[in-house]
């Protein structure tokens, strides 16, 4: 279903809800998606101001291309110090959507490049249709990767595995970028957004204080030092499981009511 553009969009960007899920998509096909500031600061509105009974969000796009990265015509007018600010402006916004309030899952397909992997790293589950392929031009354009690039992507994949594709210009395709961790799942042409909905449907089925452990406390555990991690993990399971709702769906289980592992 359409959602009115309350929130005043940039047209470059489209929502559309289906239950407890909002679907945002890229909407500037005619530049394979690349990404404009308008877009950027418009994602930033988007996820700073989600309605609170939306549950999970869907990150798709319009046309045979997720996204071209950075728009490049944007590029050539800034000095050193604007490209700094640029940069930390794309991390404040690329940090909304990872600690954002909800899951974001996001789906794939055909050019996911550059500053394009580097919003789809930022989601916490990733959908790719066969025609994807992944590429971090920044090498042969004379720039770096600075939208967190090289933060999350060696997260996924392994710093290695990204300094090949920069250096060489090494693109992986769909198949490559599920086994080196860029993907989660892969799908046939055409099915990554009801892909992308139906597991973000699903996750918005969870405990909301077993997202937000997921989303939140999951990424900050597994980059601290184990002490510190063992620690935070006991506080975040307590909290979690102290909620109603936890104990709620416990009984639910206990009674015979609630879905089993393999009933999914
Ligand atoms: C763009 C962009 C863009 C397309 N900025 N305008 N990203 C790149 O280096 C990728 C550059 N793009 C490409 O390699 C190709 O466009 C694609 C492989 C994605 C698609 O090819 P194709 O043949 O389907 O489309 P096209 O004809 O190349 O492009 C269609 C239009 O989109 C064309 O504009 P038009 O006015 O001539 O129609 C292109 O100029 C435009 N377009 N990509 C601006 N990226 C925070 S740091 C992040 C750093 C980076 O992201 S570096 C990676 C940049």
Known sequence: MPVPNTLNLPSTLSLTRS???TVVTL???????ALNDETVLGLEHFFTHLPDDVRAVVLAAEGDHFCAGLDLAELTERNTLEGLQHSRMWHRVFEAIEFGPVPVVAALKGAVIGGGLELAAAAHVRVAERSTFYAFPEGMRGIFVGG???VRVPRLMGAARMADMMLTGRRYDAAEGLTAGLSQYIVEDGAG????LELAQQ????SPASNY?????LPRIAEANPREGYFMEAMMAAIAQGSDDAKDRMRAFLDGKAQKVTDR
């Open 19 to 21: 239950g407890d899920v």
């Open 27 to 33: 909407n500037r096909p005619d530049k394979r998606n």
């Open 148 to 150: 967190g690039g090289s």
């Open 193 to 196: 957004t009801a892909k992308a």
């Open 203 to 206: 996750i918005a089925t969870n």
């Open 213 to 217: 452990a997921i989303t939140q406390a």
